[in-house]
């Protein structure tokens, strides 16, 4: 099978590149990503020379046109994803969320491919913390954040060709991922990075915001599992049941960085902090089978940890910029 990957020198992308490579040997990839700040061609170093890359937007439809004629299935996980950056600029957002999603669609509509898009959990809002309620696949959207809201919009994009245009498409909403090539300006990569350079880590307000963690190699095998057994037309929501408020994290990954849990800091919380994410996976599990292998968060954590430790030139390079960002903003 031939694939093209949007976003595939992204964190999420890059692993979904690697682990297919690994378990799904024999199949053609070719990687399309913009390489902004957020897409390391270094990800993909170790695979170079087993995939093809091409540089450029998804919101060239004269590029994108022809690489999707070429593919059998499109994977778009291209995106703008920070939340803080979609406060301070909101515009990238909306044109690599939002059109550059509609210029995917075209292109797999005028070809007939198929095509699995990547969503997130944070289209819903956010949960009261004490709410015993849980996203499904029918839950209301939501957005509270210009990130959210175009996420939220090219979901509705790949709905509306569906049933529209009868596109063969799939989409997964998955919750927060964790592990190798993730940027540093996210929570947990940051915090171990922060360690590592001997510097005790932030923590937002009082920590008790919540999020359900997955490794993101479960995510690639979820991917995988909507690939070869999903419903087209179809959303699954994907989570490990990884659920934990920011202050346990970051005490855990003290734990097991062999700090004391006092050694941190609290700094101003995030402008619209959602309160809570968590993810009822049950209709991927039980209709497509699907389980995670990292069944302890615990465990993940201890493995991104050791990626981290022994990959400090791939993260070091941009730490001292993303420090200094944090630092106009007091955190």
């Given amino acids: 099978m031939k694939l093209l990957v949007t976003g595939g020198a992204g964190f999420i992308g890059a692993n979904f590149v690697h682990y297919t490579l690994e378990r799904r040997p024999g199949h053609q990839i070719t990687v399309y990503d913009a390489l902004t700040y957020a897409g390391n061609r270094e990800s993909l170093a170790a695979v170079e020379r087993d995939i093809s890359f091409v540089q450029g937007t998804i919101t060239d439809g004269v590029v994108l046109d022809s690489l ?29 969320n939002v059109v550059g999603t509609f210029r995917v669609l075209e292109a797999v509509r005028r070809h007939g491919k198929r095509l699995h898009h990547i969503s997130t959990d944070e289209v819903f809002g956010d949960l009261e913390l004490t709410s015993p309620d849980r996203f499904t696949e029918d839950s209301p959207y939501r957005p509270s954040s210009p990130y959210s809201a175009s ?18 498409a799939t989409v997964s909403g998955c919750s927060n991922n964790y592990g ?42 979820a991917i995988w599992t909507i690939l070869e057994r999903g419903r087209p037309g179809e959303t699954y929501l994907v989570g ?92």
């Fill in 68 to 96: 999707v004629a070429q593919a059998d299935v499109v994977v778009n996980f291209a995106a703008e994803t920070h939340n803080d950056n979609s406060l301070t600029e909101p515009s990238p957002f909306v044109e690599t």
């Fill in 240 to 331: 490990a049941g990884g659920e934990a408020d920011n202050a346990t994290v970051m005490a855990l990954i003290l734990e097991l960085m062999g700090k004391p849990p006092d050694w941190r800091r609290h700094v101003v919380d995030r402008a619209g902090h959602d309160l809570r994410y968590t993810i009822d996976a049950s209709k991927l599990r039980s209709e497509l089978g699907w389980t995670p292998a990292y069944r302890s968060f615990r465990d993940g954590l201890a493995a991104t940890i050791s990626w981290y430790e022994s990959h400090a030139s791939w993260w070091r390079p941009f730490k001292q910029d993303v420090e200094a960002r944090y630092a106009v903003q007091g955190q």
């Fill in 151 to 168: 996420k939220a919009s090219a979901d509705l994009l790949v709905r509306a060709w569906i049933r529209s245009y009868g596109i063969r």
């Fill in 180 to 221: 190798p090539f993730q940027h540093i300006e996210k929570f947990i990569p940051r915090t171990i990075t922060n360690v590592l350079s001997g510097v005790p880590p932030s923590l937002y307000g009082d920590g008790r915001n919540v999020r359900d963690w997955i490794h993101v190699e479960d995510h690639c095998a």
